[in-house]
């Protein structure tokens, strides 16, 4: 009898002050009760609570129906499963084989422990070419030209392999160092030499107008590789590094899908000092078909020769689906068929809730509908469910189907990639905004009511709470940055100091490190 006298007190207060609470709790009757509207308008007290439940009880079956197809399809969409095993499994091909050093034979190193040029020419003439061209079965037989072109057995070599050099002048003439510093002018070294430029258009631009009117370098100007190319001629794309934005004009050239021609092109580049003091950036990309699960997978190593005279590494790859309508969809036709039935039902969802906020913003006005959140998250949520599929129909009919496997050269996957993670990222929103329209269904409820009134009423001292929190974290965040960071490369930057400060919290703190740089 008490707890039921509670929460009559509790109803009482919530209707005393419903105009008075804040848009996180504030709602219009649900338009479902409009189908109750007799027993609402002239039942008995006992049959509108069961109208008023009976709506609500209908809505959240409706609603769980729908977060299953929409949680189901963004899972088979992404394949997170399948898309890590594939990134790992081709990052372990191409960066942990080992090598001998240039300098040192009987020194091993791999992808991420090189640092020289010499060393970047036996990666590239050994675990590279290994890993794109394999020769031999593990029985020592030999392979066939078409097998040749298989990467572990099952992801077929899509076209060449293109490498794109960045490359910045050394000297006063191209905007070296000395140019900007006098007092360096008249060092010997220098003057013979040059000094690190770091890279940028500007730069480029200078050493380019520097070589003439043949704008090529080196004894092998006359070839590919050596000669300075417009990215619109050769389907290229501009990126940023984290350190530098490349442009899509670069020295470029294209390794062919054949195992002996690729070996020489590279002695030949090799011999001819492609890569020298003056090179800032290499970029290696290729495309892999992986025949088992009809997909694509764009990859992208990056070689930044830095300031310090060792080499910045960044390994990227991409895994795109080629088709998820067709029989093929994600490597089987049951997933297309599911696939189209919940775009289907999601389709039918946007539209019964489109439907249910006319009726409401007929019966209770647009103001009052929009002072509420949740009525503003469940129209972004019809927009991006609407956007989304939308999305998804012309991936897969119009931009994967630009894809041609059959091409002899390398073709740049960019516009594929960037509107199938464009396309993710908005059914990842979406799912955001549907797990927050969950609670304009739970608002009748008394616990969750309670939760949000007491956020509105706490949420000032709150606030405050957290700006005395992000103070006195950010003065220790500039203190270990600054005191270990020099030492210890996880605090080296701010992101990652943070970062670390956070580990630090669940107990894990690299002591040994930090004692050391303290």
Known sequence: EEEAHAHQLIKEWRYQNYSKLSPLF???RLVAERNFRSLNDSGSSEEKEVADYLAIWIRMLTYACFMYFLISSIQIRRAVPITNAVHNSLKATFTRRAFPSALQPDVMLDFNSMHTIDDVWQWMEGPMIEALFPDMHYNEQAMTSEEERYVL????LVGGVRMRQYRSGKTKRTGGCAEVMPALQGVAVLDSVGCYNEYSMDHQRMYVASLGSDQAFGPGKEHDGFVFKRGELFNSFSFFSGVSFYSRDSFVTELPADRGKAKALLWHL???????DSTRGLMITFNLFN???YSVTAVKLFLEFSPTGGLVKETTTNTIWLSFYSKAGGGTGQTSTFLMWADSVMFVYVLVTLYTTMWEVALYGVNAYFACVWNVTDVLLC????TQLIYQIIFDFVRAREVDLSV?????LEAQVDMYLHGINISVFNMLLAAASSFKLLQRNLSVSKIWQTLDIGGGVFLSFLFVFAVVGYTFLVISHFSFGPEVES???LMGATNSLLVMITGSVDYAHIRTAD
């Open 26 to 28: 504030h709602t219009p």
């Open 153 to 156: 057995r099952a992801n077929r």
């Open 270 to 276: 090799r011999e001819s000092r492609w890569l020298d």
């Open 291 to 293: 025949t088992n699960y």
């Open 383 to 386: 927009a991006g469910i609407t």
């Open 408 to 412: 002899p050269h390398y073709v740049h």
């Open 491 to 493: 605090f080296s930057t």
